[in-house]
């Protein structure tokens, strides 16, 4: 049963409260001290996932606190709510059904008393038949050469998923098709696609839920005059154009055949969406089987998530231990640091699922939310990069920053020594940050005084130690699926709606006023704020 009482008053907050006095004083040091074997002990192993929560500033006294909260908050109730397709999309109302994405043909998830599970199946079988036909060069423009470049053109969830997925299983694709992500409406996205693109061999993936966002359709418009004038036919369309949306009325207008339009639905969210037909650019570069496993690996961590006890759930743990230093040590941001170059775009994915997800001030009751921090801030660049530019700042800042690393037995690509090199740095970072390098280390290394305080590293930096043994589409969907429970986890917990997101809608209205303003021959009467309008008849100025 859910409490009544507000969440930082009820007992179970003041207990973490009171308990984070304490656990303040802490360090790191002390508690590996106190238990030689902490290291495994805080540790879980689900699917290929190996998770070393060990170096955070918790106890077993932590887990059960947070353990309790949760508990208490209907936690476990809420996890329920969405697998059985309620709506828990409150503002929309709406069910948040990505878990039936992956789900095996025989379950059955309603939603209004209907099974959706068979339309998704449906959905994939389309997209494995035309994945198949694009790989097997037996799609064919409209010269009858054979497909040899797929661009997906989308923008947010649209784009972030299947580009983020792309880059981290190219190694699984055929290398014959060239794969591009175009989202930006900066026409130097699309434009150096065009470049190097030849009309006869391309075939377009405009991937867009609405099938009215003004990026994606200028970005396909652009596009469709491009191939239109190479060409010589609007007949090219049905040829080279093919659509991922719930909008076939859209579509149609767009000249793009609706037998070539793969659907979703409505209770699939943007960020949520790239193993649905979202995803289709993927499978036709991994192949069908390739994102079969993709899916399988979600769904293992779906079902351990669904039926683990709390305790020992990793997308719960992770959630708590994330909501202790934000809310407990006030952390404002987290780092995510895959030791992975195939895993590049993956702090970007994770910043939209992350921050478009729990970045909401106002709980499910409506009430504002003013005394406790809700979403982090996300960000992250792979390692070892990263330590050669903004690990400084986790060593020796002033601000705590948790940071999640994410590493692999096995290259991707092995090299000589290349991968042990990797990983090398993947086991020193955390190791460093956790214990750091005491007053006394850096004096025996004979240093100048006047270097001393300035060389000390105090530890004290949190980290969980994300281990599997290789990067493939199962371990993948299980990573990914991992982070969209974790999010579940500690929006359920702030009480607030992880599933909507006004504010990139109120973003989608605010452009369109301004277009006439820029565009029209005359200088309008600009009715913004005086900045708004220097700025306005400056750009005007200037393109002229
Ligand atoms: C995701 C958001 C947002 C959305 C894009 C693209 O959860 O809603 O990122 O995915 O704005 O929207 P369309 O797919 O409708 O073009």
């Known amino acids: 049963m859910a409490v009544e009482n507000y969440l930082v008053e009820s007992p179970d907050w003041l207990a973490l409260n009171e308990h984070h006095q304490e656990m303040a004083q802490c360090h790191l040091s002390d508690l590996f001290r106190q238990n030689p074997n902490r290291g495994t002990d805080l540790s879980l192993e689900v699917g290929d996932w190996y998770l070393d929560y060990s170096k955070n500033l918790i106890t077993r006294r932590t887990l059960a606190l947070l353990v309790k909260l949760a508990e208490a908050l209907g936690l476990a109730g809420r996890i329920e709510q969405m697998f059985a397709g309620q709506r828990i999309n409150i503002t929309e109302n709406r069910s948040v059904l990505h878990v039936a994405l992956r789900a095996s043909e025989d379950q059955e998830i309603l939603v209004d008393g209907l099974n959706v599970v068979p339309a998704v199946h449906q959905v994939l079988s389309q997209m494995r038949a035309f994945s198949r036909r694009v790989r097997s060069g037996d799609w064919f423009g409209i010269t009858g050469k054979p497909i040899r470049r797929v661009v997906n053109i989308g923008i947010g969830g649209s784009d972030l998923g299947p580009a983020m997925a792309y880059e981290a299983l190219k190694s699984f694709s055929d290398r014959r098709l060239t794969v591009n992500f175009v989202s930006n409406i900066d026409s130097t996205h699309l434009a150096e696609v065009l470049r190097v693109a030849d009309p006869e061999e391309t075939l377009f993936v405009v991937c867009s ?7 994606t359709l200028t970005n396909a418009r652009s596009a469709r005059a491009w191939l239109v ?4 036919s609007v007949g090219a369309v049905k040829h080279h154009f093919v659509a991922v949306s719930t909008n076939a009325e859209e579509v149609t207008k767009f000249g793009i055949d609706t037998a070539n339009m793969f659907g979703f639905w409505d209770w699939v969210g943007g960020r949520y969406s790239y193993e649905s037909a979202v995803g289709l650019a993927l499978m036709v570069a ?7 496993e993709l899916l399988e690996g979600s769904r293992l961590m779906d079902v351990h998530f669904r039926t683990a006890p709390l305790e020992r759930n990793m997308p719960v743990l992770m959630g ?3 909501l202790w230093y934000n809310n407990f040590f006030n952390a404002e941001s987290i780092a995510v640091l895959p030791y992975s170059q195939a895993l590049g775009r993956f702090p970007a994915y994770l910043q ?10 106002v709980d499910l009751k409506g009430r ?11 960000w992250g660049e792979p390692g070892t990069n990263g330590q050669h530019a903004f690990y400084q700042l986790i060593h020796q800042g002033t601000t705590m920053i948790p940071c999640d690393f994410i590493g692999f037995a096995q290259a991707t690509d092995p090299l000589g020594e290349h991968h042990d090199l990797l990983m090398s740095n993947f086991f020193a970072q955390p190791e460093a940050m956790a214990f750091g390098k005491s007053e006394v280390e850096v004096r025996a290394d004979g240093v100048k005084e006047a270097q001393v305080e300035h060389r000390i590293m105090h530890g ?10 290789k990067l493939t589409p199962s371990s993948l969907g299980q990573l990914v699926a991992l982070y969209e429970h974790k999010v579940f986890v500690q929006g359920a917990i702030w009480n607030i709606n992880s599933f909507d997101q006004w504010g990139v809608e109120l973003g989608k209205v605010l452009a369109k006023r301004i277009v006439p303003e ?11 704020d005086s900045s708004t309008n220097a700025l306005i008849s400056r750009y005007r100025k200037l393109k002229a």
């Open 209 to 215: 839920k609405t099938f009215t966002t003004q990026e």
């Open 229 to 232: 004038d190479a060409l010589g």
């Open 286 to 292: 991994i192949g069908p089987e390739r994102f079969d």
């Open 320 to 322: 708590l231990i994330g």
């Open 352 to 361: 939209q699922l992350d921050m478009e997800s729990n970045g909401k001030s």
């Open 368 to 378: 504002a939310i003013d005394d406790y921090q809700t979403g982090p801030i996300v």
């Open 460 to 469: 004290y930096h949190t980290t969980n130690s994300l281990l599997a043994r």
């Open 518 to 528: 820029l565009t029209s021959e005359e200088l309008p009467d600009l009715g913004h």
